[in-house]
């Protein structure tokens, strides 16, 4: 299978959790664990962090990745990760060719795997797709605030949950993406895209309450 890019965005600011990349889940950094698991991927040639922070910079080093240095301009608050990743591709294609396809990484998603980062990579061997990224089963009743149903009829019978059509939610722990379509687009989602369900991707860390949970679960795992 061709080889990959991987890249992660991690700045040092953080509104929800303060110097979130850093804050660790079994010992570990989160930025470290994102390394740690793209490192470990069959496919993944490089691994290269783009980030604005001196001590998110030395750890990432430290595990063994590349660093891309973030112009303070893209990492504030509300600058997008495609913004960072768009110019991380700038920076490496003028020192040598990169790879043709890309997987970005975030580190809110303490446990990501290499298996996973592969399957989402092994999308990319149709021919046809242009991109592919991680989803989990969801199930439940989504409703809008004024009141209407999402993905069931509230004015029909009430259906058992297991008969609602299948949905998946995004996971937002693993995008893989042609090179060149994402240069072209500028977005993670280049048509024709495709889900890849991976049902055992564990929570996203938004908050502190998210953060102790990945804490805790981290800790059943190993004991």
Avoid at 29 to 47: E, G, H
Avoid at 72 to 84: F, L, M
């Amino acid at each position: 299978m061709p080889v990959a890019l991987a890249l992660i965005p991690a700045r040092g600011g953080s509104k929800g959790i303060p110097g979130k990349n850093l804050q660790e889940v079994g010992g570990r950094p989160l930025v470290v664990r994102t390394i740690d698991a793209a490192r470990a991927s069959q496919n993944v040639k490089r691994v290269v962090v783009s980030t604005d922070d001196f001590t998110i910079r030395a750890a990432a080093l430290k595990a063994g990745a590349e660093v891309v240095e973030r112009p303070s301009g893209i990492a504030g608050d509300v600058a997008s990760s495609e913004s960072a990743l768009l110019h991380a591709i700038k920076v490496l294609e003028q020192l040598g060719p990169i790879p043709n396809r890309l997987v970005f990484l975030q580190c809110t998603s303490p446990f990501t795997n290499a298996s996973q980062i592969d399957r989402v990579l092994k999308a990319l061997e149709d021919p046809v797709i242009n991109s592919s990224f991680s989803v989990q089963p969801w199930h439940g009743f989504l409703w809008r605030e004024d009141g209407r149903g999402i993905n069931h009829d509230p004015t029909h019978p009430r259906k058992r949950r297991q008969d609602l059509e299948p949905s998946y939610i995004e996971t937002g722990a693993i995008y893989a993406i042609r090179t060149s379509a994402f240069r072209q687009s500028g977005s993670r989602f280049c048509a024709p895209w495709r889900p890849v369900v991976i049902v055992d991707s564990g929570p996203e860390i938004d908050t502190p309450a998210d953060l102790a949970l990945c804490r805790s679960l981290e800790q059943i795992q190993h004991h």
